[in-house]
């Protein structure tokens, strides 16, 4: 089977920077307004082949912008519904629902009637923890197709406690009440923008750990090509390379999302929240709390969440 485009290997967790420098270019002149036919025209007039060496169609190019995968996303076996998997990703979760949703989008093999609609679980990506093992929850529908917030009994080789669920709306609704008290407080902003600074020189430096360690994968290389490293050698301190680089992006994408946050020129921060996108209150949320606990309900059926739900705030002003 071909590797995925824009990816290295079959499990999609190290991605070739020169392919996806060429989707995330597709993707803009797609936003552009240029037509799938015409975007695949220019992949192809540029030199640039799929992984057997085809050229670029408006098919192909189609087969790979319906692909969840490009953005770290798959599809629930159930409801067909969005749901992140804290993979490598060539573009945004946000951008590939833009696809998805985009005037005069050729038809894919999946009609929007074999599916749920997708739901935004913005709190995904990192911010909401189970408070029992401390794993990232993430999203998916109940077996009533209800949006809630879970922890998985396993992801990416490590196992959650699989025991926390939430409704999706009753969390999101509580963090979003609590992140406006504090966006209206005095200060707010100022005490934003520090905590924004520094979040973006954390980034810089994961940025340096990731461009060492994809170095010494480079330098590693050598020794084992010119026989003086086993293969057995090699391949473990390539996957403890592997799995440190992938933690250290998944620690990126997080911060990314508050760093890209639009303070500049916003008068009233809560009144901008009402009407922001999901991805921005994200990064507001991500700017404003280290991370939101959610544990067990007192019984089954509460929907009180004032008493499972602990929100960790960065700045004393927003404590």
């Known amino acids: 089977m071909p590797r995925l485009y824009g990816f290295d290997n079959q499990a999609l967790t190290r991605v070739r920077a020169e392919e996806q420098q060429v989707v995330r270019e597709a993707v803009g002149r797609l936003r552009a307004g240029q037509s799938q036919a015409a975007v695949a025209a220019w992949m192809t007039a540029e030199g640039h082949r799929g992984t057997m060496g085809g050229e670029w169609t408006s098919m192909t190019l189609g087969r790979l912008l319906d692909n969840p995968a490009i953005a770290g996303l798959d599809r629930d076996p159930v409801s067909g519904e969005l749901r992140e998997t804290g993979r490598e990703a060539l573009i945004t979760p946000e951008e590939f629902r833009w696809l998805q949703q985009r005037p005069g989008?050729?038809?894919?093999?999946?009609?929007?009637?074999?599916?749920?609609?997708?739901?935004?679980?913005?709190?995904?990506?990192?911010?909401?923890?189970?408070?029992?093992c401390g794993q990232q929850l993430t999203?998916?529908?109940?077996?009533?197709?209800?949006?809630?917030?879970?922890?998985?009994?396993?992801?990416?080789?490590?196992?959650?406690?699989?025991?926390?669920?939430?409704?999706?709306?009753?969390?999101?609704?509580?963090?979003?009440?609590?992140?406006?008290?504090?966006?209206?407080?005095?200060?707010?902003?100022?005490?934003?923008?520090?905590?924004?600074?520094?979040?973006?020189?954390?980034?810089?430096?994961?940025?340096?750990?990731?461009?060492?360690?994809?170095?010494?994968?480079?330098?590693?290389?050598?020794?084992?090509?010119?026989?003086?490293?086993?293969?057995?050698?090699?391949?473990?301190?390539?996957?403890?390379?592997?799995?440190?680089?992938?933690?250290e992006r998944a620690r990126l994408r997080f911060l990314e999302q508050a760093v890209n946050v639009p303070l500049g020129g916003v008068e009233?921060?809560?009144?901008?929240?009402?009407?922001?996108?999901?991805?921005?209150?994200?990064?507001?949320?991500?700017?404003?709390?280290?991370?939101?606990?959610?544990?067990?309900?007192?019984?089954?059926?509460?929907?009180?969440?004032?008493?499972?739900?602990?929100?960790?705030?960065?700045?004393?002003?927003?404590a």
């Open 268 to 318: 009233d921060l809560a009144r901008w929240w009402e009407h922001a996108p999901s991805s921005s209150k994200r990064g507001l949320a991500v700017l404003l709390l280290k991370r939101v606990e959610v544990r067990s309900a007192r019984a089954r059926g509460v929907r009180d969440v004032d008493d499972r739900v602990t929100l960790t705030w960065h700045s004393p002003v927003a």
């Open 105 to 132: 989008r050729p038809g894919s093999a999946r009609s929007a009637e074999d599916r749920e609609p997708d739901y935004d679980y913005w709190l995904s990506g990192g911010l909401a923890l189970c408070g029992n």
């Open 139 to 247: 999203g998916g529908r109940t077996s009533a197709r209800t949006p809630s917030y879970r922890c998985p009994a396993t992801f990416e080789g490590r196992g959650g406690c699989g025991k926390i669920r939430i409704t999706a709306s009753l969390l999101e609704d509580h963090v979003a009440e609590h992140v406006l008290g504090e966006l209206m407080r005095p200060g707010a902003q100022a005490a934003l923008e520090q905590v924004q600074a520094a979040l973006a020189a954390e980034a810089e430096q994961v940025r340096e750990r990731i461009a060492d360690m994809e170095k010494s994968r480079t330098e590693l290389a050598e020794p084992y090509a010119a026989g003086q490293l086993s293969r057995s050698a090699y391949v473990a301190v390539d996957q403890q390379v592997t799995a440190s680089t992938k933690k």
